[in-house]
């Protein structure tokens, strides 16, 4: 029987409904978690680790890589790995420890919809999913994945796609590699798409700028005079920008920022297809990294990553390709 090390992070899987506080707050152990899952050790030997227990949106960059480092050091003690995290900020987590990790040992998070006491809770189901995906021979090489309402992810392609509903997780482009089924795990694919990197640290300041109709220069201007390390910016389509976005995006390239740009849209990737002004050709002739089919929030940490590896623009070009 393999042994998979569940390490907790909190999130909503981990709260109580608190009614002095006036609704879901931090209350549950990793111990009592675990024990919430009836049958995980007819799957594994389980051994859990209490790593955090805040809010997702509590995660940083910072205490992503810190997570990141943990697994590793407990590679050689464990067969696989179970993160239970909160779903706000999930597939920024899985992403980055999908970039940065050494081991290639199953990484798989999971967590939950609805609170612990809450009626239906989900999170004891998606925990048991989560350590029968993690135990699968099947995941071996399949990088950091997914598991909620028994769909399962990859970091790569996973987004969360509604606010409340416990289907939330998608992945919009391709769907997703399996199913956890009764007594077995059903693959459908595996992914072929993964970016590795390594730092020993990530860049402290990357903001994230979203285009809208007639978006003006100044939010650049603010993010260069706020002395950021670089820019994702969320254009338009595959990738075109406003004319005042696009002198922004210029004035940062001139100033030596770096800049990423990504779309807005939900699927499809950036493309060269427009070369006029604010236009993704024009935009990388002058110095922009084009990132294929990244969301933003995902591009903002891999270029974190990037930058805190000291990658030049041109390697950087053929990561995020």
């Given at each position: 029987?393999?042994?998979?090390?569940?390490?907790?992070t909190?999130?909503?899987?981990a709260?109580?409904?608190?009614?002095?506080?006036?609704?879901?707050v931090?209350a549950?152990?990793?111990?009592?978690l675990?024990?919430?899952?009836p049958?995980?050790?007819?799957?594994?030997?389980?051994?859990?680790?209490e790593?955090?227990?805040?809010?997702?949106?509590?995660?940083?960059?910072?205490?992503?890589?810190?997570?990141?480092?943990?697994i590793?050091?407990l590679?050689?003690?464990?067969?696989?790995?179970v993160?239970t995290?909160g779903t706000?900020?999930?597939?920024?987590?899985?992403?980055?420890?999908?970039?940065v990790?050494?081991?290639?040992?199953?990484?798989?998070?999971?967590?939950?919809?609805?609170?612990?006491?809450?009626l239906?809770a989900?999170?004891?189901?998606?925990l048991?999913?989560?350590?029968?995906?993690a135990?699968?021979?099947g995941a071996?090489?399949?990088?950091?994945?997914?598991?909620m309402?028994?769909r399962?992810?990859?970091a790569?392609?996973?987004?969360?796609?509604h606010?409340?509903?416990p289907?939330?997780f998608?992945s919009?482009?391709?769907?997703?590699v399996?199913?956890v089924c009764?007594?077995r795990?059903?693959w459908?694919?595996?992914p072929?798409?993964?970016?590795?990197i390594?730092?020993?640290a990530?860049?402290?300041?990357?903001?994230?700028?979203?285009?809208?109709a007639?978006t003006?220069?100044?939010?650049f201007?603010?993010?260069a005079?706020?002395?950021?390390?670089g820019?994702?910016v969320?254009?338009?389509g595959?990738?075109?920008?406003s004319?005042?976005?696009?002198?922004g995006?210029?004035g940062?390239?001139d100033?030596?920022?770096?800049?990423?740009?990504v779309?807005?849209?939900?699927a499809?990737?950036?493309?060269?297809?427009y070369?006029?002004?604010g236009?993704?050709?024009s935009?990388?002739?002058?110095?922009a990294?084009?990132?294929?089919?990244?969301?933003?929030?995902?591009?903002?940490?891999?270029l974190?990553?990037a930058l805190?590896?000291g990658?030049?623009?041109?390697?950087m070009r053929?990561?995020?390709?």
């Amino acid at each position: 029987m393999k042994k998979i090390c569940i390490i907790t992070t909190g999130g909503t899987i981990a709260m109580r409904e608190d009614r002095e506080a006036g609704g879901l707050v931090p209350a549950v152990s990793g111990e009592e978690l675990a024990a919430s899952a009836p049958g995980l050790t007819d799957w594994a030997d389980i051994e859990v680790r209490e790593f955090s227990n805040i809010p997702s949106e509590f995660m940083t960059p910072e205490i992503m890589l810190r997570l990141a480092h943990t697994i590793d050091s407990l590679a050689d003690e464990a067969d696989g790995f179970v993160v239970t995290h909160g779903t706000d900020t999930m597939e920024e987590t899985a992403f980055l420890l999908d970039t940065v990790l050494c081991t290639e040992k199953p990484v798989v998070l999971t967590g939950a919809m609805r609170g612990a006491s809450d009626l239906s809770a989900d999170g004891p189901a998606n925990l048991l999913g989560a350590v029968k995906t993690a135990a699968d021979p099947g995941a071996e090489g399949m990088g950091v994945l997914v598991v909620m309402g028994d769909r399962i992810h990859a970091a790569q392609d996973v987004e969360k796609e509604h606010a409340t509903l416990p289907e939330a997780f998608r992945s919009v482009e391709w769907g997703p590699v399996g199913t956890v089924c009764s007594d077995r795990i059903c693959w459908g694919r595996r992914p072929i798409r993964r970016q590795r990197i390594h730092p020993d640290a990530l860049a402290g300041r990357v903001w994230i700028i979203k285009c809208g109709a007639g978006t003006e220069e100044d939010i650049f201007q603010a993010a260069a005079a706020a002395g950021v390390d670089g820019v994702v910016v969320e254009g338009f389509g595959c990738g075109n920008v406003s004319r005042g976005a696009d002198r922004g995006i210029h004035g940062l390239l001139d100033a030596g920022i770096p800049v990423v740009l990504v779309s807005r849209t939900a699927a499809g990737s950036v493309a060269r297809e427009y070369a006029y002004e604010g236009g993704a050709a024009s935009l990388e002739a002058a110095g922009a990294v084009l990132g294929g089919s990244l969301s933003g929030q995902k591009a903002r940490l891999l270029l974190m990553a990037a930058l805190g590896a000291g990658l030049d623009r041109e390697t950087m070009r053929d990561l995020f390709r």
